[in-house]
């Protein structure tokens, strides 16, 4: 009965055509019943909106919504999430799979333990039949266990592997960014950073996986201006956040210079990444950067954010782009207690 599912699963599909049959066998085949899929299809030029209609035609678990316009897919799911009428949430990318037991696995962990969310392990799976799982729960776990803050991980994959208490996401009033905000992408790590500043009380399940597909033409692996401008606005955007938590004593300042250590470390290993790639603009990337130092209430003492605080960008980039340099700098952060 689907008025009486206990999951909902949220899905924005745009283009996946190639893909679609997988993600609706994977889920077809979850030993846990009780759920439902809502999955908007965000003005595909392909075929992807008749294969969900057609595969989907004869369960009445799947709701499949026709956006009138390509919205984005934080858009999208904003507008599901927001929706959301049972207990639990989670999503699934409309190119990826999960492990029959996934939800089953998922649901007993978050009830069993009264747990505001449940994580399960991620895999990475490409063409080549290559697959790499990437077990970060025990790091997790540990320094959960060492009183380490958890939003020190909010960056990274491996978030897409949950199961929420819809309760706890109403209750902190957490949804996503979207274009409205100046993001095309990136947005998750918002999302997962809000939640985790809340402190939520994680199940993790190790033996079950979310199958993160590795394939090229992804638009979330395309390195282009509009990436480069994602990656400095999402940080902006975070660097706000932990202002507002950090003002409201939601986390101490150590907690505070940790998280945001490794924000400006997430975006130094980007700029590294991204500064041999065409139409990069790299005193752009670097002034985004220093807007980030200035707007932190507190910052770790390293030399590129140092060269960052005085304004001299072009220091500041070629201790980025000089890996000696760079990992000097990343050296001295740890000695300093960072």
Known sequence: ?????????????????????????????????????????????????????????????????????????????????????????????????????????????????????????????????RVVYDHKNAKIRKDISKRRHVALHFCGSQWITNLYRTSFIRQHHIS???????????CDDIFILNILLNNPKIAFCDNVFYHYYQRSTSAVHQINALRFTSTIKSRQIETELLNQYYRDKKISKKDYISIISRLLIELSKHYRIYSSQEHFDKRAYLSGMQEIVEAAIYCPSYSFVERLESKDLDMAGKRLSTKPLYYIDRLRAWIAGY
């Open 1 to 129: 009965d689907v008025n009486m599912a206990q999951i909902t699963v949220i899905t924005s599909a745009y283009n996946v055509g190639a893909y679609i049959e997988r993600y609706v066998s994977s889920l077809k085949s979850q030993t846990f019943k009780d759920f439902v899929v809502i999955c908007r299809d965000d003005h595909s030029s392909d075929d992807t909106l008749e294969k969900l209609r057609e595969l989907c035609k004869d369960d009445d678990r799947f709701q499949i919504i026709e956006s009138a316009q390509n919205e984005g897919v934080y858009y999208n799911l904003k507008q599901t999430l927001d929706s959301v009428e049972t207990p639990y949430l989670c999503f699934l990318d409309p190119d990826d799979w999960i492990d029959d037991a996934y939800l089953e696995s998922l649901y007993d962990a978050i009830v069993q333990s009264d747990a505001d969310m449940a994580k399960a392990s991620l895999a990475r799976d490409y063409d080549t039949g």
């Open 176 to 186: 996503f960014q979207t274009r409205a905000s100046g993001l095309e992408w990136d």
